[in-house]
């Protein structure tokens, strides 16, 4: 995951887009209930590392993202996928921290979003550390403030926080070279980094609108499932 947009506020409902950045031509699932010991949680299911980079609760409304931050690019031999976090942060909710273990993963944002907060953690590779974020829109990126990209779109999801308002300003937007690109493309002589998938979450406790895209540029592309 590389930009997670998301309008909060208490005991509201939630609006959350997603872009997931990632090595093109590593093999995921569409979301789904891919977890048999969480049947109620969605979530695109990674199918290298078996884990997620966004899973939503139907019955409690709860999201949880993670995103790559680049302190601590790889993990040490033994040490947990990212792709474990969503899925406990879901199950656990902010007790998470208790069920894994930090040291030797690599750096991480972790999102985590319900009825009742809006809560960052960001691990370094060393130190963890959390905020909570006021009701709002916010943006979180893989490269945080530094990219770029909350100063060149935030004002734009802000102004009008709607699933089809935020899906419209993806749509027809070319991947590109960029940083702080929404959408991204990056080709080295050895591979190409782009994004990969788009999401937009509607979510409350016991119910979910899910809308997604393996190419959110374009309109015609996207899937639409509602749960309860």
């Known amino acids: 995951m590389c930009t997670v947009v998301v309008s909060w506020a208490p005991q ?30 969605h979530g695109g299911r990674d199918r290298t590392a078996g884990g997620s980079w966004c899973v939503t609760g139907v019955a409690t409304g709860v999201t949880a993202l993670v995103l790559n931050r680049p302190q601590r690019r790889f993990a040490a031999a ?18 998470w921290p208790d069920h894994v273990d930090l040291p030797g993963m690599a750096s991480f944002a972790l999102v985590l979003i319900g009825p009742d907060a809006l809560t960052e953690w960001v691990y370094d590779g060393a130190e963890l550390t959390a ?46 070279d960029d940083p702080a690109a929404l959408l991204v493309r990056h080709a080295t002589p050895d591979a190409v980094y782009a994004t990969v998938f788009g999401q937009v979450i509607e979510s409350r406790p016991g119910g979910l609108a899910l809308s997604w895209s393996r190419t959110p540029w374009d309109g015609a592309s996207w899937t639409r499932q509602l749960l309860s």
């Open 12 to 41: 509201a409902p939630v609006l959350v887009l997603a872009l997931r950045d990632e090595l093109v031509g590593r093999a995921f699932d569409d979301p789904g209930p891919w977890w048999a010991d969480q049947p109620d949680v």
């Open 78 to 95: 033994g040490a947990a996928s990212r792709g474990v976090l969503p899925l406990l942060a879901a199950a656990h909710g902010r007790d």
């Open 131 to 176: 905020r909570d974020l006021p009701p709002g829109t916010h943006m979180v990126t893989s490269g945080g403030a530094e990219d770029g990209k909350e100063g060149r779109y935030l004002a734009e999801f802000a102004a009008d926080a709607t699933a089809e308002a935020w899906r419209g300003l993806v749509v027809g937007r070319q991947p590109q």
